[in-house]
């Protein structure tokens, strides 16, 4: 598979020549009056049709659409004003505007790219014409920008919630306090850089009165209003995750119109550009889900599940080995095939291991996040390295203390489970 | 054979415009469905089910256009670090094995229809809607597919190796 | 042939659901009663991919060599499918078994239609109504969010007056945590499994319908066996089916006293409301018998009248 993979052929159709060449070695007990070529078309025929024909799924394309019509907004010039006043005073000041306005954006954005790209574009020429630290500014964006994954709404937890059929809305709402804490974390490291090391900052400081502060924030108010529609709808219950992202397309569209950046030009290009990335994924999901038939068939899953409980291997330790094996994989593979690739196999292990389905989620999430920003296929340092035109090396050398501060707040979340199912449980009736 | 090419485009262009239709489609059905049931207290019954059907068309009326737009993703690694000529050639391989496989796929996606009309399966839902009408989707969609497959490959089979 | 026959079986609902686990009692006893030579790996939670409605199909074409299947979700396949999900026709496992035995050549008769034979066919516990506040009439039903689980339970609680939904399984609980729906049409076994205490308070046995489920088998397959392995077959589809009638019977009881344990206050539908229910039942049951063929209309009116 490995090979298929990386001879260059769409990932799509390495996992359907994957499972075709599975179905080939293996399955081998047919009765003589059916053919093994009938019952691999047909598997193939039907996983298509399984794949696509899902009511969760449509949630997908519409955070995607939602995303793209918010990208043609002005939202993140206007982010970016709003926040600048009330950084000012913070030891780091606007360095931290990539932590800040990542996350809010991630709250309208179900993915990382999307996020990165956004604030990225705006944020990264503005610090470095203000003089502050390059290296800092690219490392935070590269760091903040995963966030789209995990502060929801989410793609990831969309795509896991339907392979493991885990509650999308407690997915989402599970999110929440670690991307929070994920975000904290990173405001402490840039404080604490900036305290050791002023040179990071321009030297004259800007001051704004309190008047000028409130007039700022309304720039922030259509963004939070979004925020509160989607997921407040989300968490008190009264909509579905499908019927939320509609009405973040509609809001979107709306906030569209009213700064007037709406032309049709523009509309038809967000459209299309939301059908590139759904057919995309889903071409993936449609190989994966044909591929998992026949992990099953052929008892792959079983059998590898099997070998490691055999190993009786502590609980911990198998998250251990399962976090080394996801980041290998990070390396070459993108989030999404990460995530429909292995969940098969991995999360009955898990799950027979103890742990919650709903906080293996979330552990997840924090893994494609990590793949985002490790060489040599890195989605986020593909986007940063588009918009700033920095070279790979110096942004890796950038993300590094970032992608650390990643690792440990999986190793917390891990030792601390309570931090993931904390809101989902408290979710009002 | 450059016409050629240009109507196969054109007719991925045109899949990529049915998707996004029935993207905005979805979302105008998942509003008519909130509406209904926030002030009428009702529901269209349909909702989850059409949508459903929606997306379908979303994905396979756009598989062509998302690989006109080279909006597929491969892992390039390898590709690279090929000459100009190492890649033509992995290319034009690894579009005969994409196009072999999606008429394979194809061939079963019309026996899968086929037998789903022949049968008269219909949903196990209040529209009893016969099964077959979204699933024609599919082979049309595998059949956009290809030909934008195929003419990417006489595209690169036509061009000469050292531009 | 050499070596022991191996038989796929896709179970559709997860490991510890009553009907995997009377699957995997029936490979074991295949297993013993075939001396060995039959195989069958049960694959739960649909994880061999396959979602429901399509599983006639997916038997037939041999796809998977065997697989349970619902009856209700297939009977958009084959109209006679549908009969044991008719709402209100028996109200006992008593009434149902006799439906079933009575229906059961008819049931063969599909399977083979879709080239597939019926092994055995055992009910789910029967479906009652959990819900927030106490429903003791029609009225009580009057806009309430439910979800129900196929067509027949959406037309009824429509009829009573509520706004039936439906969704994934999986979004259930966190949906009634937040108020998204109110009530769940399912059995005392489900709610049992759910946890439902944490956000339900009642349960009415209306005796809703007692579902079959059933396992069939590929004909292809079925004809490559030797006569000694098909009869050992059909001996442990015959010891399983008795034992999960049996089984369903008292996991619905104990179930139904879990629940009652944890805080859910069970209550008895009086004359009034049970004629509301009949009422509303009758509806779907005359629309289906519009679509019945003849074998099939002759049983129903006896169970109609
Ligand atoms: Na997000
Ligand atoms: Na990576």
């Known amino acids: ?429 | 054979m450059k016409r050629l090419i240009a109507v196969i485009e054109a007719c991925s262009q045109a899949g990529g415009y049915l998707s996004g239709l029935f993207m905005l489609l979805i979302v105008l059905l998942i509003v008519v469905e909130i509406i209904a049931r926030t002030l009428f207290n009702s529901s269209t019954l349909i909702g989850d089910e059409y949508s459903a059907y929606f997306f379908v068309v979303v994905v396979m009326a756009g598989l062509a256009f998302s690989m006109k737009e080279q909006a597929h993703i491969r892992i390039s690694i390898i590709r690279g670090r090929l000459s100009r000529k190492g890649q033509r050639y992995l290319d034009l391989v690894v579009l005969a094995i994409a196009l072999a496989l999606s008429c394979f796929a194809l061939y079963h996606a019309i026996l899968m229809t086929y037998d789903v009309w022949d049968l008269g399966m219909t949903a196990d839902s209040i529209s009893e809607t016969p099964i077959y009408i979204p699933q024609l989707v599919i082979p049309v969609g595998l059949l956009l597919f290809i030909l934008q497959l195929a003419s990417d490959f006489l595209r690169r089979l036509l061009s000469s190796p050292t531009p | 042939a050499t070596g022991p026959s191996k038989l796929d079986l896709n179970a559709v609902y997860g490991a510890s659901s009553f009907h995997t686990q009377g699957a995997s009692d029936f490979a074991k006893r295949v297993e013993g009663y075939s001396r060995g030579t039959v195989l069958i790996t049960v694959h739960p939670g649909g994880s061999l991919g396959f979602k429901g409605p399509e599983l006639l199909k997916v038997v037939k074409d041999g796809q998977v060599a065997m697989s349970d299947i619902l009856m209700g979700v297939v009977a958009g396949s084959s109209h006679v499918f549908g009969i044991s999900s008719l709402p209100r026709l028996v109200k006992s496992y008593d009434e149902a078994h006799a439906l079933y035995l009575d229906a059961k050549p008819l049931y063969e008769k599909a399977a083979q239609k879709w080239n597939q034979k019926l092994l055995y066919a055992a009910p789910w516990p029967p479906s009652g109504l959990v819900t927030k506040k106490m429903i003791n009439s029609s009225a009580d039903i009057q806009g309430s969010k439910t979800r129900t689980y196929d067509k027949n339970g959406a037309e009824f609680l429509k009829a009573m007056g509520g706004m039936p939904l439906s969704m994934p399984w999986g979004e259930v609980y966190a949906s009634l945590r937040t108020g998204m729906i109110d009530s769940v049409l399912t059995s005392t076994e489900s709610a049992k499994n759910g946890k439902f205490w944490e956000v339900l308070n009642n349960f009415k046995p209306i005796n809703y319908a007692y579902p079959l489920n059933m396992v069939c088998i590929n004909l292809d397959y079925w004809h490559a066996l030797s006569p000694e392995q098909q009869e050992a077959m059909l001996k442990a589809a015959a010891d399983t089916e008795a034992a999960q009638w049996a089984n369903s019977q008292t996991r619905s009881e104990e179930a139904q006293k879990i629940i009652e344990q944890n805080g859910i206050k069970v209550s008895q539908e009086d004359a009034a409301f049970a004629a509301e229910l009949d009422a509303a039942a009758r509806k779907i049951q005359l629309k289906f018998l519009k679509k019945a063929k003849k074998a099939e209309a002759a049983l129903l009116n006896r169970y109609l009248n």
């Open chain 1, 1 to 429: 598979m490995f090979l298929l993979l990386l001879s260059g052929l769409w990932i799509g159709f390495s996992l359907m020549a994957s499972g075709l060449a599975g179905m080939l070695l293996f399955q081998l007990n047919l009765p003589p009056t059916i053919s093994i070529w009938d019952k691999i078309g047909g598997l193939l025929a039907n996983s298509i049709w399984n794949s696509t024909n899902s009511w969760s799924l449509t949630a997908l394309p519409l955070f995607i659409l939602m995303g793209e019509i918010l990208y043609r907004t002005q939202i993140s010039t206007r982010l970016l004003n709003g926040l600048q006043p009330w950084l000012a005073n913070i030891p780091g000041r606007l360095l931290h505007i990539n932590v800040v306005a990542c996350s809010l954006f991630a709250a309208v954005s179900g993915s990382s790219a999307a996020t990165t790209a956004t604030v990225g574009k705006i944020t990264l020429d503005e610090l470095s014409k203000r003089g502050y630290d390059r290296g800092i500014a690219i490392g935070s964006l590269a760091g903040a920008g995963t966030l789209g994954f995990l502060i929801p709404p989410s793609l990831i937890m969309i795509i896991y919630g339907i392979l493991s059929d885990t509650s999308i809305g407690k997915l989402f709402i599970a999110g929440i306090i670690p991307g929070l804490l994920l975000a904290s974390a990173y405001a402490i490291y840039i404080v604490i850089r900036a305290l050791l090391n002023p040179a990071v900052m321009p030297e004259e400081e800007e001051h704004y009165t309190f008047r000028e502060k409130l007039r700022s924030s309304r720039e922030l108010f259509p963004v939070l209003l979004l925020i509160v529609i989607v997921l407040g709808g989300i968490y008190l219950g009264i909509t579905t995750p499908t019927e939320a992202a509609a009405i973040g397309v509609v809001g979107a569209f709306g906030l569209a119109l009213w700064f007037r950046n709406l032309t049709l030009a523009n509309f038809r290009e967000a459209v299309l550009s939301a059908v590139k990335t759904t057919s995309m994924i889903s071409f993936i999901i449609v190989g994966a889900a044909f591929l998992s038939q026949v992990v099953g068939f052929v008892g792959i899953a079983r059998a590898l599940s099997l070998y490691i409980s055999g190993l009786g291997l502590s609980p911990y330790l198998l998250i251990v080995v399962v976090a080394v094996m996801y980041l290998i994989l990070g390396m070459i593979l993108d989030g999404i095939s990460i995530v429909v690739m292995t969940l098969p196999i991995v999360l009955p292990i898990i799950v027979a291991a103890g742990f919650e389905p709903l906080w293996f989620g979330i552990f997840l999430v924090f893994m494609v996040e990590l793949s985002q920003i490790t060489p040599p296929v890195g989605f986020s340092i593909f986007v940063i390295e588009g918009i700033s035109g920095e070279r790979v090396g110096n942004i890796l050398k950038a993300t590094f203390p970032f992608f650390l501060i990643m690792i440990l707040m999986v190793i917390l979340i891990t030792a601390a489970p309570e931090i993931v199912s904390f809101l989902p449980n408290k979710m009002v009736e």
